[in-house]
């Protein structure tokens, strides 16, 4: 629990962008979870390496909170550490270095990926049609080393800059090593720019490309509070089809229920709460071990 004194502390060294009590149920895709104890959005460089050497000397850890579309935010809140925001300033889109078939260009952590692709399509540089559709922030998704449909973020991947132990570092692409939903970054890192290497493409063939892989989202997802796929492939299989062989689709917790476009998804009501989501995949694990002898292991991370 972060104590009063800490939090007057804080307010008085960080008091631009300091927030307190800040509600986080609207800050991620599911909209359930409580309150941030301390909030953080820092509109420079210079604001974020402070916000992190101050909570290291007080010996308090910190949540990086994206687009909130890969995390459950428990209902009683986040009460003892930060939850720092780049969305709100880390936003830039900068074309670095080009040639006649490739492209560099330098993203900020909170621009949102669909902001980026959407970049990409007008400007015409390929190779992020895959991500198409995919919610959140371009740094959660280099966290989690999102993709789909056998593509990942890291594919075009140059370096990042981040914020390691509150000083600017810079990794090469080479020295990552990323994993299956895994962008193989320490806890706190924090990414300040990612630069990606994008081949030059027509416009109209990138864009009808996109629109395909919007397409297929939109026909295997439903509308409504949700975070994507809950859980893991396991090696060699699909988490989807062993939940649907379970029988998962349809399943219901409180206010949480099991999508019946895809069993690997779980669609939040009105008066949802993140303990019914919690409680609806372990329901759904226990059905897949029970039935298909498999332990699926969770893509969504559940906060406190």
């Known amino acids: 629990m972060i104590s009063v004194a800490q939090k007057r502390e804080l307010k008085q060294c960080l008091s631009r962008f300091f927030l307190e009590d800040e509600p986080l149920a609207p800050r991620t895709t599911f909209k359930t979870g409580g309150r941030a104890s301390v909030f953080l959005e820092p509109e420079t460089l210079t604001d974020l390496r402070l916000a992190v050497k101050i909570l290291m000397e007080m010996k308090l850890g910190f949540l990086l909170l994206g687009g909130g579309s890969n995390l459950l935010v428990a ?78 973020i890291y594919d075009r991947l140059a370096a990042i800059s981040l914020i390691h132990n509150s000083l600017l570092e810079w990794r090469s692409a080479t020295e990552l090593n990323p994993g299956y939903r895994d962008g193989g970054l320490e806890g706190q890192d924090i990414v300040v720019a990612a630069y990606f290497l994008l081949p030059r493409q027509t416009p109209s063939i990138i864009a009808g490309k996109v629109a395909e892989i919007r397409n297929l989202r939109r026909q295997h997802l439903p509308s409504g509070a949700h975070a994507g796929s809950v859980f893991k492939n396991p090696a060699g299989d699909f988490a989807g089809r062993l939940l649907e062989e379970a029988g998962c689709k349809g399943m219901v917790f409180g206010g949480a229920r099991v999508a019946v476009e895809h069993a690997n998804v779980i669609t939040a009501g009105s008066g949802s709460t993140t303990q019914d989501v919690v409680n609806l995949m372990e329901k759904m694990q226990d059905r897949v071990k029970v039935y298909c002898g498999v332990t699926l292991e969770p893509e969504i991370r559940v906060v406190s």
């Open 75 to 152: 209902d009683a809140g986040i009460r003892d550490r930060a939850v720092i925001s780049l969305t709100r300033s880390f936003r830039d889109y900068t074309i670095v270095g080009s040639d006649k078939n490739v492209v560099m260009v330098r993203v900020e952590g909170g621009v949102q990926l669909a902001e980026f692709v959407r970049l990409s399509v007008i400007s015409g540089y390929s190779g992020l049609e895959n991500l198409a559709g995919i919610p959140g922030t371009l740094g959660g998704a280099l966290a989690m080393n999102a993709g789909a449909f056998g593509s990942t």
